[in-house]
């Protein structure tokens, strides 16, 4: 139920060997960036290497017909053999070790497919989200914390195991949608260039199932669970149970899932999660997500539009001061549509937030602020350019009245056609 780690390895080393371009014969396959050309050893495929003076040969080969199931066949002269063997795999055990430490490894995003599909339930594609730390805007003091917990539970493999426990972090992750959670998890992947496993709890068919597929991650790798609290509630007879539940976020299994590991799971609230889920000890980090402020605001407008400062900052510290409130989704989508004028920007910026309270979703959000961009830049350009709170609600007023009207109108007009 493992991933075989010596054939990863072997895989690993012979991948890096220059000998592989030799070959009369290869794969060649799109690696992770666009541009890369990787070559792939093809079954059956010969490849040379050379240590301590004796030549070996490696070949790749189906294990049976029928199955796609790979096994490397190394050949070593007999002479050679005592002499190398051990040393050459401890040297094969070297270099793959220090291409994955060194992040030549390229990451992966491992997605679990439906019961029965495949021999393995895993199915990767190449993880390329660019989220970092660094483009993630959230309070500079908690990103640092998380940032240092990360690293010092890096490094903190022998005090886990003087404890008896299993070497893994877990993190709850919670707030409203679009304020990062998902992103944030990417960020934490690039950061200790871990894999991803995410665990799509709708295609589980039972304890048991999540067990197994729990056995079958590896180790340097993150497990996440994306909006936990929305699977309880939706599922009214769920497949798996709370209890199952509870014992995969503890990794029990702990003698094979312990190794490296760490785990998150997103909430869009945790009022309502059972205190039992999210317990000390279960989850050991919880990270609150807030909708964006003004600080936050800021770093979307310096990484969004390349803007350090504007003379609308004011308005628009203002307006959050009031206590407007948007995503950061929302507020980053208006940006992209805005982001050859960052003026118009954060303008729409403004237009949303003042306008916001009343629930309207997200896509209604953009529709009416391209829609009132025509009258936008007039209402608030007149006079010095500063409109003040009172203007913008005037004016924003004058627009829900005018599609209020709009809204008759073409009521009127299809009572009419009826
Ligand atoms: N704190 C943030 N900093 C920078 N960008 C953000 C932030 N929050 C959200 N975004 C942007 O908004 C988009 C949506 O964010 P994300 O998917 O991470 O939200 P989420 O909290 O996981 O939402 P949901 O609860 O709906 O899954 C992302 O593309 C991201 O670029
Ligand atoms: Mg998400």
């Known amino acids: 139920m493992q991933r075989n780690q010596l054939y990863h390895r072997v895989s690993l080393y012979l991948h890096s060997l220059p000998s592989i371009q030799d070959a009369d014969y290869t794969n060649l396959i799109t690696g992770s960036n666009q541009n890369d050309i990787v070559l792939r050893l093809d079954p059956n495929q010969t490849i040379q290497d050379t240590f301590l003076g004796a030549t070996l040969f490696w070949f790749n080969q189906k294990t049976q017909p029928d199955r796609i199931s790979y096994s490397f066949v190394l050949k070593i002269r007999k002479n050679d053999k ?46 390329t989200h660019p989220a970092t730390f660094e483009t993630m ?14 690293e010092s539970f890096l490094k903190a493999r022998q005090y886990y195991r003087k404890l008896g426990r299993a070497w893994k972090r877990s993190f709850l992750l919670y707030g409203p949608s679009g304020t990062g959670k998902s992103s944030f998890v990417a960020a934490m992947a690039n950061f200790l260039h871990y894999d991803v496993y995410d665990v799509d709890l709708s295609r589980i068919h039972g304890d048991s199932d999540l067990k197994f597929l729990l056995m079958e991650t590896t180790a340097k790798s993150i497990v996440v669970v994306e909006n936990l609290d929305r699977f309880l509630e939706a599922e009214s007879s769920p497949a798996v149970s709370a209890t199952g539940i509870q014992s995969f976020m503890d ?31 279960r989850v050991d980090v919880h990270i609150h997500f807030p909708v964006c402020d003004f600080s936050a605001f800021k770093t979307l407008a310096s990484s969004y539009l390349g803007l350090k400062d504007h003379k609308l900052f004011a308005r628009v510290e203002e307006i959050f001061r009031l206590g407007a409130s948007l995503s950061h989704a929302e507020i980053g989508e208006l940006m992209i549509a805005n982001r050859n004028s960052p003026s118009r920007a954060i303008k729409s910026v403004i237009g949303a937030l003042q306008t916001d309270g009343d629930g309207r979703r997200f896509g209604y959000a953009i529709g009416r602020q391209i829609e009132c961009d025509d009258v936008d830049e007039r209402a608030l350009c007149d006079g010095d350019g500063f409109p003040t709170v009172k203007d913008s609600r005037k004016f924003y007023s004058f627009f829900k009245l005018r599609n209020a009207r709009r809204t008759q109108q073409k009521s009127d007009s299809l009572a009419h056609e009826r």
């Open 137 to 150: 805007a959230m309070e500079k003091d908690l990103k640092n914390k998380i940032k240092s917990d990360l």
């Open 82 to 127: 005592r002499r190398i063997l051990h040393p050459y795999l401890r040297h094969i055990h070297a270099v793959a070790d220090e291409m994955e430490n060194k992040g030549k490894r390229h990451l992966r995003l491992y997605m679990n497919a439906a019961a029965g599909a495949a021999q393995t339930r895993w199915r990767s594609v190449p993880f």
């Open 251 to 281: 990794g029990i299994l702990s003698a094979c899932c312990g190794e490296e590991r760490v785990m998150v799971f997103t909430m869009n609230s945790k009022e309502s999660a059972d205190p039992r889920l999210i317990r000390p000890g």
